[in-house]
């Protein structure tokens, strides 16, 4: 394509250089191409003109359903059916089933489409877009529908439950909300339920729906007290261990192991005084009672003698519903009755898990170290193979694995070096072990584990012999071994090739990156592209030269070669790199593109026209009133923003100048819109109309659109538009007598109430601003997409949709609707699920999905982290007819 013309809809809001009002067009060509170069040879060219744009799911890109959510542990639980494994974290939780041998099956949760209708208990909204009523993902993310975790907290839990919050995510949970939490400590799976439990249960069902039951039931944490002499310091601990009775109404709870001090930065706490609650509690699956007391004392601090438990760890029931329960430093397995009387014991050293045979009724019990207040030191990591109730005698032992050197755990999250699983529906059975990412070396002697990728092992012999690796399926896909643990997938499209890369950021905490993930859409095969520096964003134009900007900092790369191509006014630096830590990626630029901004924070974005001009969204993490110095922009200058009344200026996420440049490097437009606060996104078309993405919230009407967190984009005209706000953070405050006289347009914490004053048109309702309430955090953020022919592609994130917009912010289609993994028919089966469903339309299925790209009118790519997939969309129309050139002839001047 040399040259994109003009696109738009049709009618009377026609976007220019359409007629408005009329079906009957006529468009003047320049003879240019889309550099601004005139074409001589005009004889091999073809004009299209299509009509009606649709959308088709073509495949699915960089999954692996193996791929870790978080570096927190998965739960495992073996089934007649498969092996159910949850993993979750910083907000994504999933529930997929594999079968025996840890081949993908399906997902369970989050809920496909065609059974979503059936989970009982969830929140649904009707949106006022469309009057179409969806389900709504509750969490302050938004991205999760279950309830049962600490990642579960949103604006209303966190004011009633404030101080439960605060125990379990430290100091700063209160800022945070839980972003780091997740939605599971335990899992058990029996008659087609799951029990999936942390601060409170969610009730599953293995049919992929809740069973016929609500999904939230009642509290199944306990408030714990910290210290022996104080009642009065309480942490908040959660069972590691979870079982179902054979009819699957009792559920037993222990394992409540917790930390008495730490800080937010995981789901418990970073810990090196660990307590545990001596007590096995139960509570009725149907009912929703209040849980109970099944032996012990909740409270270790009314400890007697003779009481049974020390340290409680684990817990299981058999066939005939006895009660195992293992004891860590009492070295000991309790049986007990349904009733609470003491059947049995087996003495075992350091027991940590039990396990019961599905099929013989025989007992396991592992053995690894559990963090405790008693610090039992010595303990040996093993499997042991006893008989079943009536003989209850050492039959086997296999050791688990070495404990000496690595990481010492006893300042990690869950106090338990591994998580494991019996898995009795093969023959002989097969253990699934995992850990917490961060301990992942312990298991790496068996061959490379990364992240607590689950390894599932055999007994033969003595040993217990590998049979599966998931992260070798992982490196496989060629997907890296654990998601970005803020779900960023930064998607980037060189027009040149059509190839889609992928940015996932592991420096500035993992704001920038130094690797793309470069896939090709038409095969699905990845490369890994080794960039020259720690880059904070970047983008492609049409002659395949590759931007990359540190805080203030352009530099121009041929991405064939990855050679500088210098700026005609650029400037030299050294060091160039967005990153403070010892791994960053440095480089020296010859000729840099510098720009005002600072601030270790995201950018805004940035985007190349096809005529090459360059538009960047720069951060000034400062006020006017401290900005003196030239540290973090050109050196010998200083920048600061015209101030006028109403302006937003400075501040940490506060203010965002939006700068263009000639493809030589020449300033066009200095701080083109003033006003804006953070940014995610920005983009320029051929006539020099600014797009932006603001997290501030759409006004309708005096009214804010419903969901607070959205973000609206705008089209900007620069040097005319600008926003006003009554913010109290702005260095001359606007007067109420100049306010303009008319209602507000956008809201935000960082934005306050603002006017937006001549913008082309506004769309609400998109992306999702981390910071809108004044607290959470910005780094969970969105990216909208623009094309060569000025269409926008704005994320529908709480709709589970994609909004293509014209040039005059007429709505052409919505891509997409609700659903899972499995969920969505694709045109190529290859890099996908091996039975996707059906879902109607565009197939095009989502559930979490922030980030976007487009390769002109060909493909639109999603990245939908809360699937684990980037989705290529593959762009077509209607209608579409061809004339050749050469068979038109020459107008008469």
Not at 29 to 45: A, E, F, M, N
Request: glycine share 10%; proline share 5%; net charge positive.
């Amino acid at each position: 394509m040399v040259r994109h013309l003009a696109c738009g809809v049709l009618g009377k809001n026609a976007p220019p250089p359409f007629r408005k009002g009329s079906l009957k067009q006529s468009i003047v060509w320049d003879g240019k191409d889309d550099l601004g170069k005139y074409i001589d040879d005009r004889s091999p060219l073809t004009v299209r003109v299509s009509l009606g744009l649709r959308a088709r799911f073509e495949r699915s890109l960089f999954w692996s359903p193996r791929r870790r959510q978080s570096r927190m542990p998965q739960l495992v639980c073996a089934a007649r059916e498969g092996v159910y494994v949850y993993d979750g974290g910083v907000g994504m939780d999933h529930v997929r089933l594999f079968d025996h041998d840890g081949k993908y099956v399906r997902t369970v949760y989050p809920f496909p489409s065609d059974k979503i209708r059936d989970a009982k208990g969830l929140a649904w909204h009707t949106f006022p877009q469309d009057g179409k009523t969806l389900p709504v993902k509750t969490n302050f993310l938004q991205c999760t529908m279950l309830t049962s975790g600490t990642n579960a907290w949103n604006i209303q839990t966190y004011q009633r439950d404030k101080k439960v919050f605060r125990s379990v995510v430290g100091a700063g949970g209160n800022a945070h909300y839980g972003m780091e939490g997740a939605a599971g400590s335990a899992m058990a799976v029996r008659n087609g339920r799951i029990a999936l439990v942390h601060v409170q249960l969610n009730r599953l069902g293995t049919d992929r729906t809740t069973a016929g039951l609500l999904l939230q039931g009642p509290r199944t944490a306990i408030s714990a007290p910290t210290r022996r002499d104080r009642e009065t310091a309480r942490a908040l601990a959660s069972p590691r261990s979870a079982a179902l009775g054979p009819d699957g109404k009792w559920l037993y709870l222990t394992g409540y192991i917790y930390g008495r001090r730490g800080h937010a930065s995981q789901d418990i706490q970073y810990t090196r005084d660990w307590r545990c609650v001596p007590a096995v509690m139960r509570l009725n699956m149907e009912t929703g009672d209040r849980m109970e007391v099944f032996q012990g004392r909740p409270n270790p601090n009314e400890r007697k003698k003779n009481d049974p438990f020390k340290v409680p760890t684990s817990v299981a029931v058999d066939a005939e519903g006895r009660v195992y329960v293992t004891d860590q430093v009492a070295d000991r397995v309790f049986i007990y009755s349904r009733a609470g009387e003491l059947l049995k014991t087996i003495k075992v050293d350091s027991p940590a898990k039990v396990c019961i045979h599905p099929k013989t009724g025989e007992v396991y019990v592992f053995s690894w170290k559990v963090m405790n207040e008693f610090e039992k030191t010595g303990v040996k990591s093993a499997l042991r193979c006893f008989g079943t109730f009536d003989e209850l005698k050492e039959k086997a032992a296999w050791p688990l694995g070495r404990d000496s050197g690595g990481w010492n755990f006893r300042y990690r999250t869950t106090g338990m070096r591994y998580f494991a699983e019996l898995d009795g529906w093969t023959d002989p059975p097969t253990v699934w072990l995992t850990t917490e990412g961060i301990l992942s070396n312990v298991l790496s002697r068996r061959g490379g584990l990364n992240y607590g990728n689950l390894i599932l092992l055999r007994p033969a012999g003595g040993t217990l012999r590998t049979v599966r690796q998931f992260a070798h399926d992982v490196q496989r896909a060629g997907v890296p071994p654990v998601m970005h643990r803020t779900q960023r997938q930064r998607l980037y499209v060189n027009p040149a090739n059509g190839k889609v890369y992928v940015a996932e950021g592991d420096k500035a905490v993992g704001k920038s990156f130094d690797r793309l993930y470069e896939i090709d859409p038409e095969t699905g095969r990845v490369r890994v592209v080794q960039l020259p520096f720690h880059a904070e964003d970047m983008c492609f134009d049409l002659e395949s030269l590759a931007y990359l900007r540190s805080i203030n900092v352009v530099a121009r790369y041929n991405a064939k070669t990855w050679r500088e191509v210098p700026w005609d006014y650029g400037e030299e630096r050294d060091k160039v790199a967005y990153g403070w830590s010892s791994g960053t990626r440095r480089a020296h630029v010859m000729a840099g593109l510098l720009m005002p901004s600072d601030g270790n924070w995201h950018h805004g974005g940035m985007f190349v026209s096809a005529s090459r001009k360059l538009v960047v969204g720069c951060l000034l993490g400062f006020s006017t009133q401290v900005r003196t110095s030239a540290k973090f922009v050109h050196r010998g200058k200083k920048y600061a923003p015209r101030v006028y009344p109403g302006r937003l200026l400075g501040g940490r996420g506060g203010a965002t100048c939006v700068h263009v440049w000639d493809r030589h490097g020449r300033a066009v437009y200095e701080d083109a819109v003033p006003g804006l606060a953070d940014l995610y996104g920005v983009a320029i078309d051929r006539n020099d109309g600014i797009y932006v993405m603001t997290a501030a919230t759409r006004i309708f009407a005096g009214k804010r659109y419903y969901n607070d967190m959205t973000g609206t984009l705008m089209k900007m005209r620069p040097r005319r538009s600008r926003i006003l706000t009554t913010s109290k953070r702005i260095p001359v405050p606007l007067s109420e007598a100049n306010y303009p006289d008319r209602r507000r347009d956008v809201v935000s914490a960082m934005q306050g109430s603002a006017w937006v004053q001549e913008p082309e048109w506004m769309y609400g309702g998109v992306g999702f601003g981390g910071k809108n309430r004044g607290v959470g955090c910005a780094c969970w953020n969105f990216r909208f997409a623009h094309d060569y022919f000025a269409r926008s592609f704005a994320p529908e994130m709480d709709r589970y949709r994609v909004a293509a917009l014209d040039t005059a912010g007429n709505l052409i289609l919505r891509i997409g609707k609700y659903g899972n993994a499995d969920d969505g028919k694709p045109l190529v089966a290859k890099g996908g699920p091996a039975n996707p469903r059906l879902v109607g339309g565009d197939e095009v299925a989502l559930f979490h999905a922030p980030y976007l790209a487009t390769h002109t009118d060909r493909r639109l790519f999603i990245a939908d982290p809360g699937n684990g997939r980037v989705l290529a969309v593959k762009l077509d129309y209607h209608a579409t007819e061809r004339v050749a050139l050469k068979n038109v002839p020459e107008a008469k001047k």
